[in-house]
């Protein structure tokens, strides 16, 4: 693992087994001596390297001057995902085929800043959960538990009976985002974000509860999964909470 705020963040999180924090020597970063006292406090010994020595860790990679030997994280089964948060604040946000890492950790990073209790990505379709993927979500992915899914029609399917609604992100829905009622927000949600591509699939289509579209008024039909996704998060979490009305659930 390497770069300032992944680094950072697996040692703030401790969710990964960790080995060694290797550090260029004289390195001079402002954040450094943070590191220093988040691996002391995690039992993580930290060794000065040189230059060679330390980009001989990490192959072409962009180390900031660091590197943080770490094992993967751990799996999230799709029943503890579900469990997690408040009834009636839980909130999720899955992938259809998003396989590009820079979009996957974007929008991890929106989801946790958002407020989002978890993340569902398939097996197949979706990058690993490794060193570009936390390097693009700038070490939210530390934090943000994520299952992993063979089916997941199936696993919305789960979802739904767990009580969530699910919303999916989708060109040709007719219902536009900003003019979903509220109600729509303020209980248990899954919010569902297709590939770059194609879109969601239309078994996605099926299981979902609502399709909403973001509308768009200049010359290009649509928005990165990235901005869509972040945009809908946020919107769905402005929303969250009954202004003079009743809440309700999925």
Do not use: C, Y
Request: charge should be positive; hydrophobic fraction near 50%; charged fraction near 20%.
């Amino acid at each position: 693992m390497v770069g300032f705020h992944p680094v950072r963040e697996a040692l703030r999180a401790r969710r990964r087994p960790l080995r060694r924090l290797a550090v260029r020597a004289a390195l001079r970063h402002p954040g450094l001596g943070e590191l220093r006292a988040l691996a002391r406090a995690a039992g993580v010994a930290v060794e000065e390297l040189s230059a060679d020595a330390l980009a001989r860790l990490a192959p072409g990679a962009r180390t900031q001057g660091l590197v943080l030997e770490a094992g993967p994280l751990p799996a999230v089964p799709l029943e503890a995902l579900l469990a997690l948060g408040p009834r009636g604040g839980r909130r999720l946000l899955a992938f259809d085929g998003v396989e590009d890492p820079q979009n996957v950790g974007a929008l991890l990073r929106a989801a946790d800043a958002a407020g989002a209790t978890g993340a569902l990505l398939t097996e197949r379709h979706a990058p690993p959960l490794g060193a570009a993927v936390s390097r693009a979500s700038a070490g939210a992915l530390e934090h943000l538990p994520v299952a992993r899914v063979v089916n997941l029609a199936r696993a919305l399917g789960q979802a739904k009976g767990a009580g969530f609604w699910v919303v999916a992100l989708d060109l040709e829905a007719e219902e536009s985002l900003f003019a979903a009622p509220d109600a729509l927000f303020q209980g248990d949600l899954v919010l569902v974000v297709g590939a770059e591509d194609r879109g969601i699939r239309h078994g996605i289509r099926r299981v979902a509860d609502h399709r909403l579209r973001i509308p768009t008024r200049g010359h290009v039909a649509s928005l990165n999964v990235a901005s869509a996704g972040t945009l809908a998060l946020f919107e769905a979490a402005r929303r969250a909470q009954p202004r003079g009305g009743g809440a309700a659930g999925g």
